[in-house]
Nanobody
Framework: QVRLAESGGGLVQPGVSLRLSCAAS????????MGWFRQAPGKEREFVAA????????YYADSAKGRFTISRDNAKSTVYLQMNSLKPEDTAVYYC??????????????????WGQGTQVTVSS
């Protein structure tokens, strides 16, 4: 059983940066993929970025490329999402998710087994 807990969300102005954290507890094996998703009001949950626990290989949605960076700290069992140059359209609840698989990448939210409770990010002037 894996438990995920996100933190770091908040209300920020356009153009600033924010770093989200996802602390994982339980058994995280090298075959895990950790992903970040987001869901805006009235919209479906969408993939943002993913990282392989072993090796740190990353994959991004087009909307995240160049602005967001996903990383993990194995020693702390924590995954991060560094978000730069935030835009109002980035406003959403951001979720951390995990799946144990050797497939790569995995971008469909329903394929993930473990989810955090989400953290709200609001970008507004």
């Amino acid at each position: 059983q894996v438990r995920l807990a996100e933190s770091g969300g908040g209300l920020v102005q356009p153009g600033v940066s924010l770093r989200l954290s996802c602390a994982a507890s339980g058994s995280i094996f090298s075959s895990y993929i950790m992903g970040w998703f987001r869901q805006a009001p009235g919209k479906e949950r969408e993939f943002v970025a993913a990282v392989r626990w072993s090796g740190g290989i990353t994959y991004y949605a087009d909307s995240a490329k160049g602005r967001f960076t996903i990383s993990r700290d194995n020693a702390k069992s924590t995954v991060y999402l560094q978000m730069n140059s935030l835009k109002p359209e980035d406003t959403a609840v951001y979720y951390c998710a995990g799946i144990r698989t050797y497939r790569w990448p995995v971008v469909v939210p329903t394929e993930y087994d473990y989810w955090g409770q989400g953290t709200q990010v609001t970008v507004s002037s």
